[in-house]
């Protein structure tokens, strides 16, 4: 089950330090972008970058490393949805797994961010994944991450969610990293669009648009979405390297 376009988010990171160099990598992509057809990039930079890189982009569209769950008040050091919106941004990565980790982000806490990205009209990319590559009990953790995020948000918002299978132990900055296999992100989305099904229904559950995000390249991508019934991708490091993440692009309609 294939949506129109494919879905390319490119998350930046905390990457570069200087806003010269980001907004080269910009203008380098969306050059090499320009005559793609059939798919849909969005690139992700820092919060300081969102205003300059907006300039340059016509072919890509702009979302958003985070966001906050309120659209305005005393929350200092926070971004709102409604900021983002009026800066232009179209996607907003969630519940990524760093931010998981470091900054003890919850499943309830990435309920709340959801619903105020669909209140902005925003579109989410909500990551869930598994820490450590156990057969046995990666159903269950993504089950519960799933109940815990979607958890009241009504079935007519489902649709404009994308979900992101982001299996830690398949990221390259992690220090143990195993490279993840087509088979094994068909297994786990297949999974997933079951767990969809009992959460919501059938219809739901076959159009939810499902990336995948673990160590994706130029190499590697057009496995991920053929045989591993991926609808896009998550990307990462590839993604700070123009040629590569063009390439990683071009090979989805080669």
Not at 187 to 205: H, P, Q, V, Y
Request: charged share 25%; glycine share 8%; with cysteine.
């Amino acid at each position: 089950m294939y949506m129109k376009k494919t879905l390319i988010v490119a998350n930046w990171k905390m990457y570069p330090l200087d806003e010269d160099v980001a907004v080269e990598l910009a203008t380098k992509v969306e050059q090499g972008i320009k005559n793609v057809e059939g798919v849909e990039v969005a690139l992700c930079p820092p919060f300081v970058y969102l205003i300059e890189i907006k300039k340059h982009l016509a072919k890509a569209s702009l979302g958003a490393q985070n966001t906050f769950w309120e659209q305005e008040g005393a929350y200092t050091g926070e971004i709102s949805p409604a900021m983002l919106k009026k800066l232009g941004c179209s996607y907003v990565i969630l519940g990524h797994s760093e931010r998981k980790n470091f900054l003890g982000e919850t499943p309830e806490m990435i309920n709340q961010k959801v619903r105020a990205v669909l209140a902005a009209k925003l579109i989410p990319v909500v990551c869930i994944g598994e820490k450590k590559r156990l057969k046995g009990a990666i159903r269950a953790e993504l089950e519960w991450q799933m109940k815990g995020i979607f958890k009241d948000i009504p079935s007519s918002a489902i649709s404009k969610i994308v979900l992101a299978y982001e299996p830690e132990w398949a990221i390259s900055s992690q220090v143990h990293a195993q490279p993840a296999t087509p088979q094994d992100c068909k297994e786990t989305i297949s999974f997933m669009r079951d767990a969809l099904k009992g959460l919501w229904d059938e219809t739901i559950a076959k159009n939810m648009t499902i990336l995948y995000g673990g160590s994706v390249n130029s190499s590697n991508i057009k496995e991920f979405l053929l045989e591993g019934n991926a609808q896009g991708a998550l990307v990462g490091f590839a993604s700070l390297e123009a040629e590569e993440f063009i390439k990683l692009v071009g090979n989805l309609i080669k």
